[in-house]
C-alpha cells in the first residue's frame, strides 16, 4: 500500500493522557500511531510546494514557504517566532484579517516539561495542540492575555529565568529529568513577574499531561535529511511531538519537511 503527497504538520488527537497522531499527505490523513512496529518507507519526490500559496519552488523558508510568502504572509511573520514584536494591536500587520483571528485572540504563557522546562506562548484556542507538538510531557498555564503582544512581553520577561527552547534530543531520548513540580514552578514565575503582568495570572492549578505512542525510545538520535537522502526506511518505533522514530536511531522532523512531495510505502 502506498500514499502520495505534500507533508504538513501531523494532526493530533488526545483521548485521556494518551496521544494518537494522523500523518497527512496532501488530502492523504494516514493512522501514523497504528504502524508503530511496522516497516515504512518515506521517499521524497524531489518536488516541494509551498504551504501557503501551493507554488513549487526549489527551496523551502520557514518550514514549508516559498521566499515570497516567507516574505509576505502573515503566519510567517516575525510574531510568530517572537510574539513580543507583535504590532496588531496597533492597527500594523502583514494582514489585518488574518491577525484579528490570530493575534488579537485569547493568548496564554504557559510552563512545559518538554524535554526540560521551558516557557512559552499559545493562542488558548490551541490548548493542548501546541503543547503536543512540542512533544511536552506535562505543562500549565501561568498568565491568560487578551493578545499575543502582551502574552509575548510576559513570555520575555520570564524568558530571563526560564528556557524558550525544546532540546529535541532530550524529548526524543525521553532522559529522565529531576523531578520538577510545575504548581510549584507556575508559584516561582508569577512572583517574578511586575504588578502589571501579574494581573493576568490564571488562578487554576490544573497540570496536563500527555502520553505519547512509543514502543522503544531512540538512546543516539540522529535526525533524517530529506536534503541528502531521499529515502528513509525502517521500522516506525515511536512518535512523540512532530517526531518519528525509527529502528536504528533516525529520527524524522515532519515539520521541517512541511511541502517536501513524499511517497509513503508500508511493507
Known amino acids: 500500500m502506498s500514499f502520495e503527497g505534500n507533508l504538513v504538520k501531523m494532526n493530533s488527537r488526545q483521548e ?50 516559498c521566499y515570497q510568502c516567507f516574505t509576505t504572509a502573515p503566519e510567517a511573520d516575525e510574531c510568530i517566532l517572537r510574539p513580543d514584536r507583535c504590532m496588531a ?19 496564554i504563557v504557559y510552563l512545559a516539561l518538554s524535554g526540560g522546562l521551558k516557557v512559552g506562548v499559545t493562542r488558548l484556542s490551541q490548548v493542548p495542540t501546541r503543547w503536543i507538538d512540542q512533544g511536552a510531557e506535562k505543562a500549565i498555564r501561568i498568565c491568560q492575555v ?14 530571563k529565568y526560564f528556557d524558550d527552547k525544546t532540546n529535541w534530543k532530550k524529548m526524543v ?9 510545575l504548581v510549584d514552578q507556575k508559584k516561582k514565575a508569577l512572583n517574578l513577574l511586575p504588578a502589571e503582568l501579574r494581573q493576568y495570572a490564571t488562578s487554576d ?16 538520535p540522529v535526525q533524517h535529511n530529506f536534503d ?34 513524499i511517497t509513503l510505502e508500508l511493507d
Open 228 to 261: 541528502k537522502s531521499d529515502e528513509l526506511t525502517g521500522v516506525l518505533k515511536g512518535i512523540r511531538g512532530q517526531y518519528l522514530f525509527f529502528e536504528g536511531q533516525e529520527v524524522l522532523n515532519i515539520r521541517r519537511f512541511s511541502g517536501y512531495r
Open 205 to 220: 492549578e490544573e497540570v496536563f499531561h500527555f502520553d505519547y505512542p512509543v514502543e522503544k525510545w531512540p538512546q543516539k
Open 173 to 181: 531520548t525521553n532522559e529522565l529529568l529531576p523531578a520538577i513540580d
Open 16 to 65: 485521556g493522557h494518551k496521544v494518537s497522531y494522523l500523518l497527512r499527505l496532501g488530502e492523504n490523513e494516514i493512522d501514523i500511531s497504528g504502524l508503530i512496529g511496522k516497516k515504512l518507507s518515506l521517499r521524497f519526490q524531489h518536488k516541494i510546494n509551498c504551504i501557503n500559496c501551493g507554488k513549487e519552488t526549489r527551496k523551502s523558508f520557514g518550514q514549508g514557504f
Open 146 to 159: 487578551p493578545n499575543r503582544h502582551i502574552a509575548g512581553v510576559v513570555e520575555k520577561y520570564l524568558m
Open 89 to 107: 494591536h496597533l492597527g500594523i500587520s502583514r494582514d489585518m484579517n488574518w491577525s484579528e483571528e490570530h493575534c488579537l485572540q485569547p493568548h
